[in-house]
């Protein structure tokens, strides 16, 4: 049985034929791979007589009544079952048995390696409500839901309204507003949980119970955060906080960062680091509470109406986590961070085949399963980075106005850009719609260009959007970068003369406003990559590295010539957030893609002098990371280990030694089960699959590719079976996996489906694996796969194409 994905044009019909009122859910959840679900759907039909269905996935049994008739076996196909001789008032009743999942995509069962305890949360955006209870699974069907859940007594069940009573061991929960099927949650197990009243409000945090300690060790930060980003938004909004209570569950097995399910937030519980993270691990984890709370209002309040739209949701989302994570949630710099950890995923997105207007045509989204394969990084990064311009050139004001004008028009109801543009339009006096056309409706980015000619220096816009954007001019006084003026330009087609002097180095977009690519007349790119370090403000810092990143990119510049930089101007980074997102780029894009094979030893090398020479203590944690993760001293990492560091720097000493080989499978199986946990779990099995011999990368595939292997492991597994140094040893199953990724796409689901296209081995950049990808898409690949395997042969085009170019160039 396959799962059919809804398509645009059968939304559109039921919608137009359907209201649905309302959902009873009834779930009975326990330790067991199975559970039940029982759902009463109330809805209208426009067109008494004619025939819709409703969505069920995977049940393993399933009985249905409507409006008191029994529905027959042989009305469901594949995943729906066909409802006939509708009503106009019309009552649904279907109760299924249904499996629980492990590979995050629906009702997502996860056994705790440190003591047991079962975890259920049920994931299920974008349509996998269905695999959970029977519904109408598209975003502009909302409807209210009641739930109630019969759960083992000592478990806490989280939903989306609170808690109203127990009975007999069955919880029962408020109903909620109308909301859409994909926000649904239930979310249970033996959580640990802190519980506090804000605002009038419950709010809570839960984790799984065996991390306890790393939750009480960071409640009151947790606390902070959830309250400064909660009072941002409910003073930013004229519409109050749409639900009754806000819960935020750290969820074993997600396959997101986090979802914004209503009132019971669900994020990814890797983000609660057993043994504290760095300061970008909590900053991150503090834009993505932000982000998840944004949704509250731009997603769960006012909901795209089909897919196409995205946007409204995610780059929204997208924008507000870092802008609340800086102005309210205490992270400096947020911004800084954003150009260089995460804005070029929407550059790179936006130079790919697959790439898309922000705001999608309605009838490229033909279905659910392209609607999540196009939620990607020009939905979020690009259109977080479009908004910020948006906020500059309309003022920050006057976009508030708007985005008020449109949560109050559509309240618990559905949008799209239209509406968004009315909303806009009726505030401001600026032609927004002509900016939407340029900016929203295109694909692609412009470059701002300085040009000197041996006079003042001129930026040119190559492309064609208008930008309003800070350039910053800078003296060099004793080897430091020190900024002598700032201007805001609007530019245009028309070139505009800076008010820099000849000679001054010049950085355009130095506040990056705005999503162009940089190009300093060369002069000024010299002194920018040698001061990089001297510049004053974290933004421009910022702006510099990513064009360095850029540059390499494009064989424009030599790796080994950013690397270098790096390790002159990196050990005394002041601000921890620049450092780890320079470092990172550095490991997994510029190490993996753009390092010629010969000189990754030389490049890890330099890396580790880079570690060594970081002193700051704020840097302490990441430098001990990065100094793990690139050193060939076998002696170094064994007397690391025999310190008995905390669990997460020890499996990293395990996966590397295990790279380098001076570790065995005997040892690594030791180390998990002294001390058993999640992290224990991954790390073994990344590290066992990381062993340099036949025996152990093929006991990898075999976990690798069993039928019933967690997202967790699956993707552990894939980090370890193709290490880079190991190419040779790991081709064969290069080979095996674009055989068989199709078959486990198509039975699993679109989180997975991602998951298995996110770890096909870019480092093999060679021609034959190229060949063999292209080929393998000749094949029959589902298209959430498909997507992410078009992607990896374009980034292994250009890959290809930029070492060609550098060679050529040598
Ligand atoms: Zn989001």
């Given at each position: 049985?396959?799962?059919?994905?809804?398509?645009?044009?059968?939304?559109?019909?039921?919608?137009?034929?359907?209201?649905?009122?309302?959902?009873?859910?009834?779930?009975?959840?326990s330790d067991d791979p199975i559970f039940t679900s029982r759902t009463v759907v109330r809805f209208t039909c426009a067109e008494p007589g004619s025939s819709t269905f409703v969505e069920l996935a995977d049940a393993h049994a399933w009985t249905a009544t409507l409006n008191g008739g029994d529905v027959p076996q042989d009305r469901r196909e594949d995943n729906r079952i066909r409802l006939d001789d509708l009503l106009a008032d019309n009552e649904l009743v279907v109760e299924a048995t249904l499996p629980c999942v492990t590979s995050g995509d629906g009702m997502h069962r996860y056994v705790d390696p440190a003591d047991d305890a079962t975890y259920l949360t049920a994931f299920c955006g974008s349509d996998l409500a269905q695999?959970?209870?029977?519904?109408?699974?598209?975003?502009?069907?909302?409807?209210?839901?009641?739930?109630?859940?019969?759960?083992?007594?000592?478990?806490?069940?989280?939903?989306?309204?609170?808690?109203?009573?127990?009975?007999?061991?069955?919880?029962?929960?408020?109903?909620?507003?109308?909301?859409?099927?994909?926000?649904?949650?239930?979310?249970?197990?033996?959580?640990?949980?802190?519980?506090?009243?804000?605002?009038?409000?419950?709010?809570?945090?839960?984790?799984?119970?065996?991390?306890?300690?790393?939750?009480?060790?960071?409640?009151?930060?947790?606390?902070?955060?959830?309250?400064?980003?909660?009072?941002?938004?409910?003073?930013?909004?004229?519409?109050?906080?749409?639900?009754?209570?806000?819960?935020?569950?750290?969820?074993?097995?997600?396959?997101?960062?986090?979802?914004?399910?209503?009132?019971?937030?669900?994020?990814?519980?890797?983000?609660?680091?057993?043994?504290?993270?760095?300061?970008?691990?909590?900053?991150?984890?503090?834009?993505?509470?932000?982000?998840?709370?944004?949704?509250?209002?731009?997603?769960?309040?006012?909901?795209?109406?089909?897919?196409?739209?995205?946007?409204?949701?995610?780059?929204?989302?997208?924008?507000?986590?870092?802008?609340?994570?800086?102005?309210?949630?205490?992270?400096?710099?947020?911004?800084?961070?954003?150009?260089?950890?995460?804005?070029?995923?929407?550059?790179?997105?936006?130079?790919?085949?697959?790439?898309?207007?922000?705001?999608?045509?309605?009838?490229?989204?033909?279905?659910?399963?392209?609607?999540?394969?196009?939620?990607?990084?020009?939905?979020?990064?690009?259109?977080?980075?479009?908004?910020?311009?948006?906020?500059?050139?309309?003022?920050?004001?006057?976009?508030?106005?708007?985005?008020?004008?449109?949560?109050g028009a559509h309240r618990f109801g559905n949008a799209d850009l239209a509406d968004f543009l009315t909303a806009l339009d009726g505030v401001s006096d600026r032609d927004v719609r002509g900016w939407a056309d340029a900016w929203l409706r295109t694909t692609g980015f412009d470059t701002l260009v300085v040009r000197t000619d041996d006079g003042p220096p001129v930026l040119h816009r190559e492309g064609s959007r208008p930008h309003r954007t800070q350039v910053t001019t800078y003296d060099v006084r004793g080897g430091r970068l020190v900024a002598a003026g700032q201007e805001q330009v609007d530019v245009a087609a028309d070139p505009v003369r800076l008010a820099a002097n000849a000679g001054q180095v010049v950085l355009p977009?130095?506040?990056?406003?705005?999503?162009?690519?940089?190009?300093?007349?060369?002069?000024?790119?010299?002194?920018?990559?040698?001061?990089?370090?001297?510049?004053?403000?974290?933004?421009?810092?910022?702006?510099?590295?990513?064009?360095?990143?850029?540059?390499?990119?494009?064989?424009?510049?030599?790796?080994?010539?950013?690397?270098?930089?790096?390790?002159?101007?990196?050990?005394?980074?002041?601000?921890?957030?620049?450092?780890?997102?320079?470092?990172?780029?550095?490991?997994?894009?510029?190490?993996?893609?753009?390092?010629?094979?010969?000189?990754?030893?030389?490049?890890?090398?330099?890396?580790?002098?880079?570690?060594?020479?970081?002193?700051?203590?704020?840097?302490?944690?990441?430098?001990?990371?990065?100094?793990?993760?690139?050193?060939?001293?076998?002696?170094?990492?064994?007397?690391?280990?025999?310190?008995?560091?905390?669990?997460?720097?020890?499996?990293?000493?395990?996966?590397?030694?295990?790279?380098?080989?001076?570790?065995?499978?005997?040892?690594?199986?030791?180390?998990?089960?002294?001390?058993?946990?999640?992290?224990?779990?991954?790390?073994?099995?990344?590290?066992?699959?990381?062993?340099?011999?036949?025996?152990?990368?093929?006991?990898?595939?075999?976990?690798?590719?069993?039928?019933?292997?967690?997202?967790?492991?699956?993707?552990?597994?894939?980090?370890?079976?193709?290490?880079?140094?190991?190419?040779?040893?790991?081709?064969?199953?290069?080979?095996?996996?674009?055989?068989?990724?199709?078959?486990?796409?198509?039975?699993?689901?679109?989180?997975?489906?991602?998951?298995?296209?996110?770890?096909?081995?870019?480092?093999?950049?060679?021609?034959?694996?190229?060949?063999?990808?292209?080929?393998?898409?000749?094949?029959?690949?589902?298209?959430?796969?498909?997507?992410?395997?078009?992607?990896?042969?374009?980034?292994?085009?250009?890959?290809?194409?930029?070492?060609?170019?550098?060679?050529?160039?040598?």
């Amino acid at each position: 049985m396959t799962n059919r994905s809804l398509t645009r044009d059968e939304a559109v019909r039921r919608a137009a034929l359907l209201d649905v009122a309302s959902y009873d859910v009834a779930l009975t959840i326990s330790d067991d791979p199975i559970f039940t679900s029982r759902t009463v759907v109330r809805f209208t039909c426009a067109e008494p007589g004619s025939s819709t269905f409703v969505e069920l996935a995977d049940a393993h049994a399933w009985t249905a009544t409507l409006n008191g008739g029994d529905v027959p076996q042989d009305r469901r196909e594949d995943n729906r079952i066909r409802l006939d001789d509708l009503l106009a008032d019309n009552e649904l009743v279907v109760e299924a048995t249904l499996p629980c999942v492990t590979s995050g995509d629906g009702m997502h069962r996860y056994v705790d390696p440190a003591d047991d305890a079962t975890y259920l949360t049920a994931f299920c955006g974008s349509d996998l409500a269905q695999r959970v209870f029977a519904c109408f699974d598209q975003p502009d069907l909302k409807a209210t839901v009641t739930l109630s859940v019969a759960a083992p007594e000592d478990w806490t069940v989280l939903g989306n309204g609170r808690p109203i009573t127990t009975d007999d061991g069955v919880r029962r929960f408020a109903t909620t507003p109308p909301i859409s099927t994909y926000l649904f949650v239930v979310s249970a197990g033996p959580w640990h949980s802190v519980a506090w009243e804000h605002a009038g409000l419950p709010f809570a945090w839960h984790a799984r119970r065996s991390l306890a300690d790393a939750l009480e060790r960071e409640a009151a930060h947790l606390r902070e955060v959830t309250e400064a980003c909660f009072d941002h938004y409910t003073d930013l909004f004229d519409e109050p906080y749409p639900f009754d209570s806000y819960d935020q569950v750290f969820a074993p097995g997600l396959n997101w960062g986090a979802l914004e399910t209503p009132g019971c937030v669900t994020f990814r519980d890797e983000m609660l680091a057993p043994d504290g993270g760095s300061h970008t691990d909590n900053q991150l984890r503090a834009m993505v509470i932000a982000h998840e709370m944004a949704h509250m209002w731009f997603g769960d309040l006012v909901t795209l109406r089909w897919w196409e739209d995205i946007w409204l949701n995610e780059s929204f989302a997208d924008y507000m986590g870092f802008e609340v994570a800086q102005t309210a949630a205490g992270f400096e710099a947020t911004w800084a961070w954003f150009t260089l950890s995460r804005e070029h995923t929407g550059y790179a997105a936006d130079e790919r085949r697959s790439t898309h207007p922000v705001a999608q045509p309605p009838e490229s989204v033909v279905d659910t399963d392209t609607g999540f394969a196009n939620t990607d990084m020009i939905t979020y990064s690009k259109g977080n980075a479009v908004l910020r311009q948006l906020v500059t050139w309309l003022g920050p004001d006057t976009f508030a106005a708007g985005v008020n004008r449109y949560l109050g028009a559509h309240r618990f109801g559905n949008a799209d850009l239209a509406d968004f543009l009315t909303a806009l339009d009726g505030v401001s006096d600026r032609d927004v719609r002509g900016w939407a056309d340029a900016w929203l409706r295109t694909t692609g980015f412009d470059t701002l260009v300085v040009r000197t000619d041996d006079g003042p220096p001129v930026l040119h816009r190559e492309g064609s959007r208008p930008h309003r954007t800070q350039v910053t001019t800078y003296d060099v006084r004793g080897g430091r970068l020190v900024a002598a003026g700032q201007e805001q330009v609007d530019v245009a087609a028309d070139p505009v003369r800076l008010a820099a002097n000849a000679g001054q180095v010049v950085l355009p977009n130095s506040s990056d406003e705005t999503f162009a690519r940089v190009r300093p007349d060369p002069e000024s790119w010299s002194a920018l990559l040698a001061g990089v370090g001297t510049i004053a403000d974290p933004q421009a810092r910022a702006v510099v590295w990513t064009t360095g990143f850029d540059l390499v990119g494009h064989a424009a510049l030599a790796p080994s010539s950013l690397v270098a930089a790096a390790l002159e101007q990196l050990p005394g980074e002041p601000l921890p957030s620049i450092w780890e997102a320079v470092v990172e780029r550095l490991l997994e894009v510029t190490l993996p893609r753009h390092v010629e094979p010969a000189d990754v030893p030389a490049t890890r090398e330099a890396l580790t002098r880079l570690a060594d020479r970081t002193t700051s203590p704020d840097l302490a944690l990441p430098a001990r990371r990065l100094m793990v993760s690139c050193t060939a001293d076998v002696q170094r990492l064994s007397a690391m280990l025999e310190d008995e560091p905390d669990p997460d720097l020890s499996w990293r000493i395990l996966v590397r030694l295990a790279e380098l080989g001076a570790v065995d499978a005997d040892r690594i199986e030791r180390f998990e089960t002294r001390r058993p946990s999640a992290q224990a779990r991954t790390g073994a099995a990344r590290a066992l699959a990381a062993l340099p011999t036949t025996e152990a990368k093929e006991r990898a595939w075999d976990v690798f590719s069993a039928d019933d292997v967690d997202n967790r492991v699956f993707h552990a597994v894939g980090l370890g079976l193709w290490t880079p140094e190991q190419a040779e040893l790991s081709a064969p199953y290069v080979e095996r996996y674009l055989d068989q990724a199709p078959v486990w796409a198509a039975r699993r689901g679109q989180g997975f489906s991602r998951a298995i296209g996110g770890v096909f081995p870019l480092h093999a950049v060679t021609e034959a694996t190229r060949e063999r990808l292209r080929t393998a898409l000749d094949g029959d690949v589902p298209t959430v796969l498909r997507r992410a395997w078009n992607d990896r042969l374009d980034d292994l085009d250009l890959d290809l194409l930029v070492r060609r170019a550098r060679r050529t160039s040598r």
